[in-house]
Nanobody, 125 residues
Framework: QVQLEETGGGLVQAGGSLRLSCTASGRTFSRYSMGWFRQAPGKEREFVAAISWAGGSTRYADSVKGRFTISRDNAKNTVYLQMNSLKSEDTALYYC??????????????????WGQGTQVTVSS
């Protein structure tokens, strides 16, 4: 099973940008659809963005459309989340996840087989 590690979180002012990275171990990364989720204190984990195994299909939560971009580099076993125009409500622990079965990017957390430990994003207003 693939193992995932997120990096790139931090503290940023509202309106700023961050790029999260998620690097996978294992030789079958290119077979997985990948997703980003987030969880704020006291709230449930919510879908942010997802990308198909070849990168040809993406999906976003309405709250991040036009501000966040998901991409992947299968040669580097890495998926990225570029976050622009950050808002205080984007503050959360961000997780990447791998889905071995879905052809199209999935917004349902239960579809994902492996999760990273998360990276904290804090947006100050």
């Amino acid at each position: 099973q693939v193992q995932l590690e997120e990096t790139g979180g931090g503290l940023v002012q509202a309106g700023g940008s961050l790029r999260l990275s998620c690097t996978a171990s294992g030789r079958t990364f290119s077979r997985y659809s990948m997703g980003w989720f987030r969880q704020a204190p006291g709230k449930e984990r919510e879908f942010v963005a997802a990308i198909s195994w070849a990168g040809g299909s993406t999906r976003y939560a309405d709250s991040v459309k036009g501000r966040f971009t998901i991409s992947r580099d299968n040669a580097k076993n890495t998926v990225y989340l570029q976050m622009n125009s950050l808002k205080s409500e984007d503050t959360a622990l961000y997780y990447c996840a791998a889905d071995a079965d879905s052809v199209l990017p999935d917004a349902y957390p239960g579809a994902y087989d492996a999760w990273g430990q998360g990276t904290q994003v804090t947006v100050s207003s």
